[in-house]
C-alpha cells in the first residue's frame, strides 16, 4: 500500500531563514512524485514533478530534489508570501491518481 | 487560458440529501479525477475519467458517483448525503497521465 509521510506537521521561518521539509514514500513503483502549494480554502497549486533519484528541479526559492525514499522541498530565504501548505503525492505504477501526504503547514515571520 | 473551473464554490446541504458538483477542465485536457480534502488533511482520491471512460476509483462508498460529458466537463453526485462528507471537493484536469493541476474547490456543508 502506498505511503507518504511529510514532515514537520508545521514549520515556522523568519523571514531569510531557509530550510527544508521532508516526504518519506513507500510505493510499488514510482511513476511520479508531485509536490504542491495550497493556501486556505483554496485549491492545491502545481509546483513540481520528480521522476527518478537524482533529480532536482526549481522555481524561485524552491528546489526540490528526490531519492528512492524520499523528496526534500528546500526553500531560501522564504519570504511572508511562501506562508501556506506545502503538499507531496506520489503516483505509482499502474495506478490513476495521487496518493497524497497530509502536508507541512509553513508560516514565514516577517 | 482558463484554468480548471468548479461550481458552485460553496453549499450547504441537510443530511440524507444529494448533491451535484460541476468542474469544467482545462481546455485541451481529456482526463478529470475527483478529490475530497478534510479539513487538516490531504486530498483524498474519489473518481478519474478519460475519454468518458471511469479509469479509477477510490474507496468510497457507492453513494458517490461520477460521469465525464463529450466536451470533457465532469459531474461529482453524492447521494444521502452524511455530516461526515462536509468536505472541499476538488477537481483536477491532466492532459493525459501527467501533472494534475487543481481547481478552487467546492467546499460543502452538511448540517
Known amino acids: 500500500e502506498d505511503q507518504v509521510t511529510q514532515s514537520p506537521e508545521a514549520l515556522r521561518l523568519q523571514e531569510g531563514e531557509s530550510s527544508s521539509l521532508n516526504c518519506s514514500y513507500t510505493v510499488s513503483g514510482l511513476r511520479g512524485l508531485f509536490w504542491y502549494r495550497q493556501d486556505p480554502g483554496k485549491g492545491p497549486e502545481f509546483l513540481f514533478t520528480l521522476y527518478s533519484a537524482g533529480e532536482e528541479k526549481e522555481k524561485e526559492r524552491l528546489k526540490a530534489t528526490l531519492t528512492k525514499k524520499e523528496s526534500f522541498l528546500h526553500i531560501t530565504a522564504p519570504k511572508p508570501e511562501d506562508s501556506a501548505t506545502y503538499l507531496c503525492?506520489?503516483?505509482?505504477?499502474?495506478?490513476?491518481?495521487?496518493?497524497f501526504g497530509t502536508g507541512t503547514r509553513l508560516t514565514v515571520i516577517p | 487560458d482558463a484554468g480548471v473551473t468548479q461550481s458552485p464554490t460553496h453549499l450547504i446541504k441537510t443530511r440524507g440529501q444529494h448533491v451535484t458538483l460541476r468542474c469544467s477542465p482545462i481546455s485541451g485536457h481529456k482526463s478529470v479525477s475527483w478529490y475530497q480534502q478534510v479539513l487538516g488533511q490531504g486530498p483524498q482520491f474519489i473518481f478519474q475519467?478519460?475519454?468518458?471512460?471511469?479509469?479509477g476509483r477510490g474507496n468510497f462508498p457507492d453513494r458517490f458517483s461520477a460521469r465525464q460529458f463529450p466536451n470533457y466537463s465532469s459531474e461529482l453526485n453524492v447521494n444521502a448525503l452524511l455530516l461526515g462528507d462536509s468536505a472541499l471537493y476538488l477537481c483536477?484536469?491532466?492532459?493525459?497521465?501527467?501533472?494534475?493541476?487543481f481547481g478552487q474547490g467546492t467546499r460543502l456543508t452538511v448540517v
Open positions: 475519467y478519460y475519454e468518458k471512460e471511469e479509469r
Open positions: 483536477a484536469s491532466s492532459p493525459r497521465n501527467t501533472e494534475a493541476f
Open positions: 503525492a506520489v503516483e505509482s505504477a499502474g495506478a490513476n491518481n495521487l496518493f
